[in-house]
């Protein structure tokens, strides 16, 4: 089973409270630190329901999204129709997508790069985004943090939101894998109606500072920095379960 499929359905309702339009201002504020403007292209890769790209679009930007989850993709362009919002999202893989553009900035939202799970998964998308870049263009992301996840570990989490008057329950149930760098989530969401419950599993890895300075170079970008989610000045410590990566195209 494909992730993000049946689950899709659901997603906006267990991120609800997340504050994309707050992301979006800390977006411009690294966009203004590290870009080469005027910024006015975005590529948002693993764009989901369009959470960044609505908000970017709405600011004035000219975006488009490319996620591999036609489900989720399903939802952003019903989003953007309703907003009247001329956004362009595209169904393909992000380690071997080719829309022959180049764009002013590039962004992975959301732990997007932490779904590539082998060095070949994540170079293939950095060389993929150095190729959509401007020269001198950023390409911004996060992940999951390497001394954090292994200093406090995942654990299991129930959270439980309303789906049209309906409690929906998710399940998340990781297991650690230290030797491979990942975690692998099992979902199980209940009370989605007729008595179905969904089941998905995710995999994700996590990444270490000189790494993700080690893949910046064998992609042929440069890593800026690397911060704690939402920061654009502090540096990440062994409690910072997501960082902020910051890449630039020659």
């Not at 899709?8 to 080469?36: M, R, V």
């Not at 790209?53 to 952003?76: C, F, H, K, P, T």
């Not at 870049?133 to 943090?145: A, E, H, R």
Request: net charge negative.
């Amino acid at each position: 089973m494909g992730i993000f499929k049946d689950y899709a359905l659901f997603y906006d309702a267990f991120y609800a409270e997340k504050d994309y339009s707050a992301e979006c201002d800390f977006l411009e504020i690294l966009w203004q630190e590290h870009g080469t403007p005027p910024v006015r292209k975005v590529l948002d890769l693993g764009c989901g329901t369009g959470g960044h790209a609505l908000i970017l679009a709405e600011r004035g930007y000219e975006v488009i999204g490319v996620d591999r989850s036609g489900e989720m993709l399903s939802q952003a362009c019903a989003k953007a129709s309703a907003r009247n919002l001329d956004i362009r999202f595209i169904q393909e893989d992000i380690r071997k997508f080719n829309l022959g553009l180049t764009f002013d900035v590039a962004i992975a939202m959301f732990a997007v790069m932490s779904y590539q799970i082998t060095n070949d998964d994540v170079l293939n998308t950095l060389c993929c985004v150095r190729n959509h870049l401007k020269p001198g263009g950023v390409f911004i992301f996060d992940v999951w943090f390497g001394p954090a996840v292994l200093n406090e570990r995942p654990r299991e989490r129930l959270n439980i939101v309303k789906h049209n008057e309906e409690k929906i329950y998710r399940l998340a149930q990781p297991s650690l894998d230290m030797i491979d760098q990942t975690v692998q989530v099992n979902y199980l969401l209940t009370g989605t109606g007729k008595g179905r419950k969904i089941q998905e599993s995710h995999r994700l890895r996590f990444f270490f500072y000189r790494e993700l300075d080690l893949l910046a170079r064998l992609s042929e970008m440069k890593c800026l920095a690397v911060h704690p989610f939402l920061s654009n000045d502090k540096k990440p410590t062994e409690s910072t379960w997501s960082v902020s990566c910051i890449y630039q195209a020659p």
